[in-house]
């Protein structure tokens, strides 16, 4: 009797717990097996198409916040597929290729692999096969993983890891959803050749951190992704920034004090409201930056040297971690070093790379967090063009000069060209990783006697606090 008393109690606890239900998701109905781009576009095609015209796939887009020396807007298509800039320079000289090292480790595989493509590159005109090369997954499906494999007739793409596992293929590609923290940082994260290292407020970290790191993204806090801020239309996403050329929504902006977001009066107490006139939030609410993984700040390509613990040859550079910003004005508009033009130096005699424009004097200035970011690059005896460089075959043979003069003709068309080595300057927006008010700048941080702003840069004769406290007396 007391054997069937213990299982019937039994029974009715596996009764009382929860199934393991199975998490469904919108598109585990719509297709039996994942064939490809083309088991995508029997749907989307029309969002293909939007998404072909977009910057993320074209890597350009009309730059309407770069101006000339004159301070006049240039209204071209540009980005990083038509621009060199001074991490990775160029990606059409590395777009996918297996650079092996001694070892026969392959230690580059090309830009392309943050490209949404299968590894064709762009083409400014539309067609299926462009269609077919836009990996929807990348962007669209949780889990998904893919690398560079050959085909039967040695040529190289970008594939799911599992192309060869049909069922896992099948259950990856329709776990389909908006873009996730995750799958945006997949790339963004990881952009100039390692974690954290170009944009230095975009980690990894953020794909799972607390509010003490980033409010906004933080699961305890508001757990954003990063779309409810970038949120686009037709595949146009908005957002730009003073180092990034090309903006597909200018009429768009993402800013804190938008009457989305947090308006031009978020303090209960008005004199930081004034301040927030002239002075942008993430200058008090981001103090800094770089908190989880270090970010690089110095990177000289003119002094290479052999890694033995990367296994492969290498630039000189500088990582920093818990770094704070710089501050200057910025009016939403960049004088940016332009390729086929000649360079030219700041103060300083280094290339301006990207520079935002603005001062103390005009009206639409605000002072802005900055990643003020340094480098030494090739410049083109005679015409004084910057140069790219074919990093991955540096990577391999330690031949810079035969980096640059490949490179240049992949890019320019230029052969045999000889340089001469020059030091740039980059200023980049300082926006994420946003501090609770509690831990937000506090006066003194800015107008103590060890204060962090550099008052004469920003055309002060001093701290204007103690103009206004002298000035009262």
């Not at 092996?100 to 067609?127: A, F, M, Q, T, W």
């Not at 992704?225 to 996403?237: E, L, R, V």
């Not at 340094?374 to 043979?397: C, D, Q, R, S």
């Amino acid at each position: 009797m007391k054997r069937y008393l213990v299982l019937a109690v039994g029974t009715l606890a596996l009764a009382a717990m929860p199934a393991f239900a199975h998490k469904t998701y919108s598109h585990e109905k719509y297709f039996q097996h994942y064939q490809g781009t083309k088991t995508c576009l029997q749907c989307h095609k029309l969002a293909a198409k939007t998404f072909f015209h977009s910057q993320h796939y074209q890597w350009k887009a009309v730059a309407s916040n770069i101006v000339d020396k004159n301070g006049k807007p240039i209204v071209q298509q540009f980005g990083k597929i038509n621009m060199i800039n001074d991490y990775c320079t160029n990606p059409l000289p590395v777009w996918m290729h297996e650079y092996k090292n001694k070892n026969g480790k392959v230690v580059e595989d090309g830009c392309s692999k943050c490209h949404p493509g299968r590894g064709l590159e762009p083409s400014e005109k539309i067609s299926e096969e462009q269609l077919e090369n836009i990996d929807c997954l990348t962007c669209h499906a949780s889990g998904y993983r893919r690398g560079l494999y050959k085909d039967k007739d040695g040529k190289l793409a970008w594939r799911p890891i599992l192309w060869k596992n049909r069922v896992g293929l099948d259950s990856v590609s329709k776990r389909i959803s908006l873009p996730t923290r995750t799958m945006c940082l997949r790339c963004h994260a990881g952009s100039g050749g390692g974690p954290n290292f170009k944009r230095g407020d975009v980690e990894y970290k953020l794909t799972d951190c607390d509010s003490s790191f980033d409010v906004h993204m933080a699961k305890d806090g508001n757990d954003m992704q990063c779309i409810d801020c970038h949120a686009g239309k037709d595949h146009k996403i908005p957002g730009s920034g003073a180092d990034i050329a090309g903006d597909e929504m200018p009429t768009k902006k993402v800013a804190c004090n938008s009457e989305d977001c947090h308006g031009t009066a978020p303090h209960e107490a008005e004199i930081l409201n004034i301040h927030a006139r002239k002075v942008y939030c993430t200058v008090c609410h981001i103090p800094e930056f770089a908190k989880s993984d270090a970010t690089n700040m110095v990177r000289d390509w003119s002094k290479d040297h052999y890694s033995e613990k990367k296994g492969k040859y290498t630039y000189t550079g500088v990582w920093q971690k818990d770094v704070k910003p710089v501050y200057r004005w910025y009016n939403g508009t960049s004088y940016m070093q332009l390729p086929g033009k000649k360079v030219r130096l700041d103060a300083q005699g280094e290339i301006m790379v990207a520079v935002p424009q603005g001062s103390r004097k005009d009206p639409k200035s605000k002072i802005f967090a900055f990643k003020e970011y340094h480098a030494v690059m090739p410049v083109l005896n005679g015409k004084g063009w910057i140069l790219p460089i074919e990093t991955g075959y540096f990577y391999v043979t330690g031949d810079m000069k035969g980096a640059v003069q490949r490179a240049s003709k992949k890019f320019y068309g230029i052969d045999d060209a000889q340089f001469t080595w020059k030091k740039t300057v980059r200023y980049q927006g300082i926006f994420h990783e946003v501090q609770p008010a509690k831990d937000a700048l506090q006066c003194l941080d800015c107008h103590g006697p060890n204060g962090r702003m550099d008052w004469k840069a920003l055309g002060y004769n001093g701290d204007p606090m103690l103009a206004m406290v002298k000035a009262s007396h």
